[in-house]
């Protein structure tokens, strides 16, 4: 089980050391005039975001658009905001840009462009190794949107590299696979719950947080042998 794969660990002297964080980069400014430079590494949440709670019920969203209207979509993006995904090839530029583009998602009329919009947030994010961005671009997407959230977030979250993560950022992954292994159990997908609290345990470790890993594993344990 996933508490004893854990414990094993812990024997072998594992749990106190942990890779160097990775590299700090130099503050970036963007060159850009429609929208607003993003302010700090780990920006709060808007007043005012909804939670999954409080998302409107499937029958009030809209299906996202289909491939020839994210073409349109694309080059009007585009058009309106040249050059602004390649300011996002270092960690710390795709920190900025995913939050650019979150803020101005959350006004963006155009409902082919926003989905974009938050695509295009999401994926930095995951670039960022950026679990808390990650989570405000889907929490977004879910406000307008018909598409299953918790997978895709799980997906999302599989992508980053844990091993990676500074403390910080573990911890704060770790925090977000949680919610969706929370959101999945209360809506009775057991397997999804069981996988994100695989990621958990995972950050948790990273984050040299052992009691919170433990829990987490605990939990996993319990979801597999089921009631």
């Given at each position: 089980m996933l508490l004893e794969n854990l414990c094993d660990s812990l024997a072998r002297g594992s749990g106190g050391r942990y890779a160097a964080s990775m590299a700090h980069y130099g503050i970036i400014v963007l060159l850009l005039t429609a929208l607003p430079a993003a302010a700090g590494d780990e920006p709060p949440a808007a007043p005012g975001r909804p939670t999954m709670q409080q998302l409107p019920s499937a029958?009030?969203?809209?299906?996202?658009?289909?491939?020839?209207?994210?073409?349109?979509?694309?080059?009007?993006?585009?058009?309106?905001?040249?050059?602004?995904l390649a300011r996002g090839r270092t960690t710390a530029g795709a920190t900025v840009i995913a939050d650019v583009l979150i803020e101005a998602?959350?006004?963006?009329?155009?409902?082919?462009?926003?989905?974009?919009?938050l695509a295009e947030a999401r994926r930095m994010a995951v670039a960022s190794g950026n679990a808390a961005l990650l989570d405000r671009a889907?929490?977004?997407?879910?406000?307008?949107?018909?598409f299953d959230a918790d997978e895709e977030e799980y997906r999302s979250l599989k992508e980053i590299p844990v091993r990676l993560l500074a403390p910080q950022r573990a911890a704060s992954f770790a925090e977000v696979a949680e919610k969706v292994a929370g959101r999945a159990e209360s809506d009775g997908r057991r397997d999804l719950a069981i996988m994100s609290l695989n990621l958990a345990v995972r950050g948790w470790q990273r984050a040299g947080a052992i009691d919170a890993a433990r829990k987490a594993a605990i939990r996993h344990d319990e979801l597999i042998v089921g009631p």
């Open positions: 029958a009030s969203l809209e299906a996202p658009p289909t491939a020839r209207e994210l073409v349109d979509a694309r080059a009007e993006f585009e058009r309106r905001y040249p050059g602004i998602a959350a006004s963006e009329e155009d409902r082919d462009v926003k989905w974009l919009m889907i929490v977004l997407a879910s406000a307008t949107y018909d």
